[in-house]
């Protein structure tokens, strides 16, 4: 029963860290989402290149995702792979634009060039600041869920002593022994108990708390530039600027290539081959702006204020348990591990006092019962007592028990 209880009160932790994300799959969906918006660019504003760019987009935000789920990737070459594969494109269609496309051989020199003719200006550079920031803020936020579901899992079955085995059986059973049947054990009896069984879980409790910290932390500093849904989705954007900037600086840049590249040298026309457009089958395809829908940021936040709920889970398992499982409630007779009594009261530690009356008031029999007292008061009845030295008195001096007691 008790191990039972314990993994569901620990599965309700794992099911709110897995819940999250989907991360993982929210991520995919924004990839996804990033690399339309960047291939309508080209379907709506550069219809000549947009077959030609499909491949290097699609390379773009494949190395975006690999590096999300760690891989070994460098966001820097990859952008500058991506610019690299655009400028042929944009000098053959947009600066020098003629009937035929230029040959491979001069297209690769174009690609070399890239890096020294600075077509697109600072703008890979500013790409690749804040893909740096807003995937490695990413990579290490999705790393930091899966640590809290691999310390759940590590403590999903717990181990119990030999101790605990026999104080469990004595607290939960043995009362049936005695054919008392419907009492529950005492609520202090119960913490006592199950301190000394989860004392291996009450270790993790500060690195656990510490751990949801450090996640809240993380997640507060996911924002702006660090912000991945902000950085792809707005990534189309900063895409046109480069192109833009590159055509602007057009007549100054062919001069350019003409020096590092000779003149273009040309497809002959009957090598032309016919290409399909590849959004012909794909009606319907579009910008996507996120304004108005749940954005990956307020799924963040809200996971966090729901984690925030279970920072005690490791720490407050014994209350969980006693209080909502185990324990009778306060003010119920209950057992207490050798009787039933009835308690208005529990100890949460130490500072339990029992007495016993011996009485023929009335043909009454033994009285038991016990109270919780502050340790203060404990010593005080302790040094009384041991004043009063009445434990060194014989019981045989005391007179035979009337009617009166």
């Known amino acids: 029963m008790l191990p039972l209880v314990v993994w569901q009160l620990l599965q309700s932790g794992k099911c709110l860290v897995l819940r999250m994300p989907d991360y993982g799959e929210t991520f995919q969906n924004i990839i996804r989402h990033a690399e339309n918006n960047t291939k309508m660019l080209f379907r709506t504003t550069y219809r000549n290149m947009a077959f030609q760019t499909v491949a290097p987009i699609q390379e773009l935000f494949t190395d975006v995702a690999l590096f999300v789920i760690g891989s070994e990737m460098n966001v820097d070459e990859f952008v500058n792979r991506f610019f690299d594969s655009l400028f042929p494109l944009v000098y053959n269609h947009l600066i020098n634009p003629a009937l035929t496309d230029i040959s491979p051989d001069f297209a690769e020199c174009v690609r070399m060039a890239r890096k020294d003719l600075n077509p697109f ?58 054919g008392l049947t419907n009492g529950k054990p005492c609520m202090g009896y119960c913490l006592n108990v199950m301190r000394g ?12 708390r510490e751990y949801i910290r450090s996640l809240e932390e993380l997640s507060n500093g996911i924002q702006g530039t660090y912000d991945i849904e902000q950085v792809l ?31 273009p040298v040309r497809k002959p026309p009957q ?7 590849p959004y012909n089958d794909k009606p319907g395809l579009k910008i996507i702006h996120k304004e108005d829908e749940e954005t990956l940021s307020s799924r963040r936040k809200e ?12 720490g407050g398992l014994t209350n969980q348990l006693c209080v909502n499982d185990l324990a009778a409630v306060d003010g119920l007779t209950c057992w207490n591990g050798e009787d ?34 502050h340790k203060n008061v404990m010593d005080e009845l302790k040094r009384i007592i041991e004043n009063s030295e009445i434990t060194k008195e014989d019981d045989i001096l005391w007179p035979q028990p009337d009617h009166e007691g």
């Open 233 to 263: 989705l707005n990534l189309h954007s900063l895409v046109n600027d480069a192109i833009m900037n590159a055509q602007i600086n057009g007549p100054k840049l062919s001069a350019m290539v003409n020096r590092a590249c000779g003149h």
């Open 303 to 314: 996971f966090i204020n729901s984690l925030r709920l279970y920072r005690t889970l490791y």
């Open 121 to 178: 200006g600072n703008i890979p550079k500013l790409i690749t600041n804040q893909m740096s920031k807003s995937l490695m803020a990413s990579h290490m936020f999705l790393q930091a869920l899966n640590l809290g579901i691999e310390v759940i899992n590590t403590t999903d079955h717990l181990q119990y002593t030999k101790e605990c085995s026999k104080a469990l059986l004595k607290m939960l059973f043995c009362s049936h022994c005695h």
């Open 340 to 373: 039933l009594v009835n308690r208005k009261q529990y100890c949460d530690v130490q500072g339990k006092l029992r007495y016993g009356k011996n009485s023929n008031y009335e043909n009454d029999v033994m009285a038991r019962n016990q109270t919780c007292v």
């Open 197 to 208: 069984c989860l004392a291996a879980m009450a270790e993790i409790d500060p690195h656990w």
């Open 271 to 277: 090598t032309l081959d016919y290409q399909t457009d």
